[in-house]
């Protein structure tokens, strides 16, 4: 009766995430600052799909459009940006590994999507907060059937250097690197928000710190929130464990070799590594390639478990309206395209798509035939 349609749904939505893939990448686009004139690079955006107007050095056509999961238009709020993201963190729970990315260049918002503004309020608060407060109102709503252990750890990589920014001491160490996530980078267990954000606050300050002389290191650098979920079933003591990280990458800008020298080389180097071998990864996962190349960056080593198999991925590509970022604008989004395979044999597409349809109708039947039910 009951459990059985209740099943037969779950089957079906799991189905359709199925046919929809484990990699998704949303865009979204930065409202103009400020003070910032208003002549944007943006043409159309409608719900997958965003135009950019291109000056004449990339062709006569004066536009060129790019697709993805989904766009996130300059008046989208973080509300909204969150609410696609909710049923991966549903997930987590279930026991599936989930790695949320922020990509973009410098100034385009990747902070403010993941964290939120300097200064937060409810509204404002970015995917963490907001993840981590879906993952305690979960488990409370499950108390009577699971009993859920949270902990997290925050972590930096910088020059393929990974810290630990929870180190108890209030120290920077460094971490050595092997097998799931960080082992040695302190895990914290966290039973409410309000924890936290007091546990972000201090791996904000331990950032600042390292910063030294070098302006805003927080963009030349990756941070990772990793999440912990255990879960013991009460009935069975059957244990689920899930893990979610959260990477706010470092900016993807290309640095001009003839103009830095020295450390600033180094960084750029560093980072157009890294994130180029996460590309190469997340497209060979896209691709369902034999040999997937985690080993070539410390941070496709350090998420390997979760990148990949069953795990399921989100890629968050910003981008700044100003004509000054056109060019930055359309490496980004050919990055995230590239990642996204949406060229991929478009027949194939719209044969998922009628499935997709499809399934969607049956669910759509079953769900009305449980109504009556009740
Ligand atoms: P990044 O982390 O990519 O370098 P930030 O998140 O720091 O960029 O954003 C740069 C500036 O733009 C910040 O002042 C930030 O508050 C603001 N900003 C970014 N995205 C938005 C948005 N969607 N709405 C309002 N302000 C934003
Ligand atoms: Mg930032």
Request: neutral net charge.
């Amino acid at each position: 009766g009951y459990h059985k349609i209740l099943e037969e749904n779950r089957k079906l939505y799991n189905q359709v995430q199925d046919l929809k893939g484990n990699i998704r990448v949303y865009c979204r686009v930065r409202p103009f600052l400020p003070g910032q004139s208003n002549l944007s690079t943006v043409g159309h955006i409608d719900d997958g799909s965003i135009t950019i107007l291109t000056p004449p050095k990339y062709g006569k056509e004066g536009h060129k459009s790019f697709t993805f999961n989904k766009v996130f238009g300059p008046f989208a709020t973080q509300e909204e940006v969150f609410s696609d993201t909710q049923p991966l963190i549903r997930s987590v729970l279930d026991g599936y590994n989930v790695c949320i990315f922020a990509y973009g260049q410098t100034g385009a918002g990747k902070t403010y999507t993941m964290s939120g503004p300097k200064v937060l309020t409810e509204q404002s608060f970015g995917v963490n907060y907001r993840a981590l407060n879906d993952l305690f109102h979960i488990s409370k709503e499950r108390k009577d059937t699971f009993c859920y252990e949270i902990s997290v750890q925050m972590i930096e990589i910088y020059n393929e250097q990974v810290r630990d920014l929870l180190a108890s001491d209030g120290d920077i160490r460094n971490s050595s690197q092997t097998g799931f996530a960080v082992p040695d980078a302190n895990s914290v267990p966290v039973t409410s928000t309000t924890e936290v954000i007091e546990l972000m606050d201090i791996g904000q300050k331990n950032r600042a710190v390292s910063a030294t002389s070098m302006n805003d290191r927080s963009s030349r650098s990756h941070s990772c929130l990793t999440i912990h979920v255990q879960g013991r079933e009460l009935a069975s003591g059957v244990v689920v464990r899930g893990c979610m990280h959260l990477v706010d990458l470092a900016g993807s800008e290309r640095v001009n070799k003839s103009e830095v020298k020295g450390d600033r080389l180094k960084e750029a180097q560093h980072i157009n590594k890294s994130l180029a071998a996460l590309g190469d990864v997340i497209s060979a996962l896209a691709q369902k390639s034999s040999h997937i190349p985690y080993r070539n960056s410390k941070l496709t080593q350090l998420l390997q478990d979760s990148l990949g198999g069953q795990a399921k991925t989100l890629m968050f590509v910003h981008i700044s309206p100003e004509v000054d970022a056109v060019s930055e604008t359309l490496s980004t989004l050919k990055f995230a395209e590239r990642v996204a395979m949406v060229e991929l044999g478009a027949a194939q597409v719209n044969k998922d798509n009628g499935e997709v349809k499809e399934l969607r109708l049956q669910v759509a039947s079953l769900k009305a035939a449980l109504a009556k039910k009740e």
